[in-house]
T-cell receptor, first 113, second 114 residues
Framework: SQTIHQWPATLVQPVGSPLSLECTVEGTSNPNLYWYRQAAGRGLQLLFY??????ISSEVPQNLSASRPQDRQFILSSKKLLLSDSGFYLCAWSAQGAVNEQFFGPGTRLTVL | AQTVTQSQPEMSVQEAETVTLSCTYDTSESDYYLFWYKQPPSRQMILVIR??????QNATENRFSVNFQKAAKSFSLKISDSQLGDAAMYFCAYRRRTGNQFYFGTGTSLTVIP
């Protein structure tokens, strides 16, 4: 069966510090991968998605970036965090070429102070 | 561009009663997929139910069912015999058949009153 992992689960970082959130998927190959941000009490904002290694689509211009160094690994990064980067970050995957739903990871709660 | 609208930020229901959550979407596509996700306090997103646009029959999963009105671009979720464990944020989502992106509404927070 497929599983999706995210770490860390929680993170507190000072403004201006770098960020690296990691997401890995097991039990499937060549998945579509997604990063979402959920601000407090709000909906999901798609940040990035990837259909393959090295292929990243950015939905919202900001100081975040994403990379996919391996087939089942998706990384969300920032060189300098802003206060507005605080939120709950969700990674998700869906099967390529299929009309299945997305499967979500447990999320990372980021607080920027 | 596709948009998904959930016009009810908060809803409440008495335990064992029925509640309907609303969702509308905007698209020029004829073939697509619609989903309802549940996000309990644990924040883990869980798929509740899925509807394929080319199917006229409304999807049903146990106590959960949808009312899919394609012409009206409406996709409501009905929860019957509500239970305390149904308390959560519910998100409606859309995906074009040939697309990779999912579009989510802003969510409806459901409270179940004992």
């Amino acid at each position: 069966s497929q599983t999706i992992h995210q770490w860390p689960a929680t993170l507190v970082q000072p403004v201006g510090s770098p960020l690296s959130l990691e997401c890995t998927v097991e039990g499937t190959s060549n998945p579509n991968l997604y990063w979402y941000r959920q601000a407090a009490g709000r909906g999901l904002q798609l940040l990035f998605y990837s259909i393959g290694i090295g292929q990243i689509s950015s939905e919202v211009p900001q100081n975040l970036s994403a990379s996919r160094p391996q087939d089942r690994q998706f990384i969300l990064s920032s060189k300098k965090l802003l206060l507005s980067d605080s939120g709950f970050y969700l990674c998700a995957w869906s099967a390529q070429g299929a009309v299945n739903e997305q499967f979500f990871g447990p999320g990372t709660r980021l607080t920027v102070l | 561009a596709q948009t998904v609208t959930q016009s009810q930020p908060e809803m409440s229901v008495q335990e064992a009663e029925t509640v309907t959550l609303s969702c509308t979407y905007d698209t020029s596509e004829s073939d697509y997929y619609l989903f309802w996700y549940k996000q309990p306090p644990s924040r883990q997103m869980i798929l509740v139910i899925r509807q394929e646009a080319y199917k006229q029959q409304n999807a049903t999963e146990n106590r959960f069912s949808v009312n899919f009105q394609k012409a009206a671009k409406s996709f409501s979720l009905k929860i019957s015999d509500s239970q305390l464990g149904d308390a959560a944020m519910y998100f409606c989502a859309y995906r074009r058949r040939t697309g990779n992106q999912f579009y989510f509404g802003t969510g409806t927070s459901l409270t179940v009153i004992p």
